[in-house]
Structure formats: structure tokens, C-alpha cells
């Protein structure tokens, strides 16, 4: 078996190799999701056999078989909030607001066939919904990193009863995008990305795998 995996690896490589740049980076793509579903070492095997099928005969083309379609729906909402960036040199430092907007990507292969769903990922109105109980949780509050305050200041602050939702992550829009990209993938949502506009022109975005599979 060792001897056949060996050579499987050789053929493999020698494979890779004789083929251009692009289809490679592709190959290699296939080959990493093939191997995250199919432990067996058979199928590595079975593989290789396919990609050196592939270079002998072009018409047998992996990479459209490989080709995937995807559907995705997006849902914004928008939050007004402070932060400030502890240990940061320059106006960023202080106690500063925004108007934050979540911008969610959630993507599917297919569609719902039958009821009320049929044609959709999911119904509007429920992405919608699931996205503004995350957003409104920031909303109109004063967000800190746990540990960037004094505690007689936080202390003081939640004395005068303001809205403080401490968080243990640096209040970024980096940050940010992937807090709301994780918080809607535990909701159950196949997330293809997260993006927060902290100000009208400047925004980031997280996502995972862009070239995988859905
Ligand atoms: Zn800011």
C-alpha cells in the first residue's frame, strides 16, 4: 500500500508540475477539498490518476467539472456607536462615534424546492431580522476592550448608567467583521463575508476560502 501511495504522490507531483499555473493553483484547491472529505489514502491514489488523465486527454477537464454555481443574499443594517483604540498614537485613541454599517454575503448551492421557501436560500425577512439582533446589540453604547479601562473609570461610566458592551477583541472594523461573520455562521447562515464600513469610505470585509466550495 505504502509502495502505491509513493507512487501515487510521484505521479501526482510530476503532474502538477507539467501543467500551467492557473490549472495548478486549482488542482491543488480540488485536491485539499477532495482530502478534507476523503481521508482514505485510496482515493489520493485515485486522484492522481485523474490529473495525469487530465494532461494526457485536455478533454477530459477537471476543472470544469469543478466549476460551481453559488446564489447569495445580502442584508445591511447599521449601528451607531464610541469606541476608542487603546495603545493607538494619533485622534483614534479618544472616545470617538461612528455610524457602523454590517453589510452580510450568505451563500448557498441550492435553493429551498417546496412551501413557503421555494426559490430561496432563506426568507428575507429572517436574514433580515437575525442580522439586527447582532447589530443592535452595539447599538447606541460605548464599546470597550475589556481591560483598556481603569477600573474606577469603567466603574464610573456604568455609575452614570451608560450603555457599555465590553468586548476582548480591539474595537476595529477588522475586528469587527469577523465578530458579525462568526456571530451569523453560529446562527446556522453559510457566511461568504462580513464587511463594516466604519465611515461612509472606508470599510473591511472577512471571509474565509474564497475559492472554495459552498
Ligand atoms: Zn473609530
Known sequence: ?????????????????????????????????????????????????????EVISPDLNIFE???????????????????????YEGKCRSIHGHRWRVIIEIKSAALNTDGQLDGMIVDFSKLKKDLKEEVDYFDHALIIEKGSLKPSTLTALEEEDFRIVEVDFRPTAERFSKYFYDRMTSKGYQVKSAM???????????????HGAV
Not at 65 to 87: G, I, P, Q, T
Open 65 to 87: 467539472r469543478m466549476k460551481h454555481s453559488v446564489y447569495v443574499l445580502k442584508s445591511e443594517h447599521s449601528f451607531d456607536s464610541a469606541h476608542f483604540l487603546a495603545n
Open 1 to 53: 500500500m505504502v509502495y502505491f501511495i509513493r507512487i501515487a504522490q510521484r505521479q501526482f507531483i510530476r503532474t502538477i508540475l507539467s501543467i500551467n499555473k492557473t490549472r495548478a493553483y486549482f488542482y491543488i484547491v480540488f485536491l485539499k477539498r477532495y482530502l478534507r472529505r476523503h481521508s482514505s489514502c485510496f482515493l489520493f491514489l485515485r486522484l492522481a490518476q485523474e490529473l495525469r488523465a
Open 196 to 210: 463594516v464600513y466604519e465611515t461612509p469610505t472606508n470599510a473591511a470585509s472577512y471571509e474565509e476560502d474564497p
